[in-house]
């Protein structure tokens, strides 16, 4: 009998989840910040809270009607397609990249199409064998999915003296500490969480140190379309053998929601590449087959793409400058954003104001925020910033964009941000009362 009874004990153990039972690199796990932080300001409004919602980084603006159009159209398609992906798609990104980033002579045969470029990635980290570098702060889950893996991560620290941005010979002297270990960088710009950008003498700099280790570099230019003034710039110009340009239509096409992302290899790499699309044959086996072929038209461009992309950057350009100004305004370190739609405040200059409050850290300081003016910010320790340090990061993307891009055509002065984006505004408004009061 006393055989029995512990087989079934060790059943219930199992059956009820304790820690012991799950993946030791699994334990403890949170889900992903910027998905609690919706999730949660999306239950506080449904409670009937007055929730100004600066967590989650989704892109504002609609789809496009062209590209809704063409999913409206693709809708029967139902076929598996091929696990790298619908092969025009893969043509057009091609050449999506050429005339955007000047890269030449590569096809369809260098991209490889996943559900978002965050499986992509996952995927990448999986089948190559090596650490992640990441610049601190970083988007909030380059780590932990390197941790899922079991590989080593190695944070590179910034600081606002440089825009937060990667410094060279801070990347240098990381990879001198081995030479030859095999490594993968990944750079994000403009930047999720600053909306901070690199210039083409930067970038020339950092391609000069990947280069000479041998560094695998994704180059994250899922907000490049997004930059504010349509002057991104790729390193892959500069390291093209050793770069990875990965890409989608979550923020520049406003399609989050569509999951689908891509990776644009060097043709050296087509090892790399073949071998993520047989993982890829394993898990997901291939990308929703109706957006996929929707997508063609998105990466094809056009002249209503264009438009919409020139009134999107006019909206988020205004709108940015005038957060960043107001938040200096009150004291709050932060620089005017490049691209995308986030900022990342510095509240170190107002210390002693805020530990008179009994705000000490970056957590504190964003639950105070929360319950005392309805606006939800993150913590700059989920990106990777020390535990204390007064930095958090917002995303100014709580308005109306298809109202926004119908308008976009006016002179874009505050009236017209009161008027279109009045919750960012009010936003802004509440988060300087707060700390100045």
Known sequence: MRPQANHQQGATDIVSGPDKNLNLYIRGMKPSATVAINERSDALRADGQDIIKFGLGQSPFPVPEIVVQALRDSAHEKDYLPVKGLRRLRDTVAAFHARRDGI???????????????????????????????????????????????????????????????????????????????????????????????????????????????????S?????????????????????????????????????????????????????LDAMATAASETYTSVCAPIQHASVRAFESGPEIEAYLTASRRVLRALGDWCAATLRSGGIGVDDPDGAFYLFPNFEPLRPQLEAKGVRTAEQLCAALLEETGVAILPGTDFGRPHGELTCRLAYVDFDGGEAIENAARELDFRWLQAHCPKVVDGIKRMVNFVTS
Request: proline fraction near 8%; glycine fraction near 10%.
């Open 220 to 272: 994250d230019e899922i907000y490049g379309e997004v930059h504010h003034n349509g002057a991104h710039v790729s390193l892959a110009r500069f390291y093209p053998e050793g770069t990875i340009i990965s890409s989608g239509l979550s923020k520049w096409c406003g399609a989050g929601g569509w999951r689908i992302g891509t990776f644009f290899f060097p043709p050296q790499m087509r090892w790399l």
């Open 104 to 218: 030449e002579g590569r096809s369809g045969d260098d991209v490889l199409v996943g559900p978002g470029s965050k499986e992509l990635l996952f995927l990448l980290q999986l089948v190559f064998y090596g650490d992640l570098v990441i610049p601190a702060p970083a988007w909030v889950s380059y780590a932990p999915q390197a941790r899922i893996i079991g590989r080593t991560v190695r944070m590179v620290p910034t600081g606002p003296d440089n825009g937060w941005r990667l410094q060279p010979d801070r990347l240098a002297r990381l990879c001198e500490e081995d030479e030859g270990r095999p490594r993968i960088l990944v750079l994000n710009y403009p930047s999720n969480p600053t909306g901070l950008s690199f210039d083409a003498a930067q970038l020339h700099d950092i391609a000069t140190i990947a280069r000479k280790h041998q560094l695998v570099v994704v």
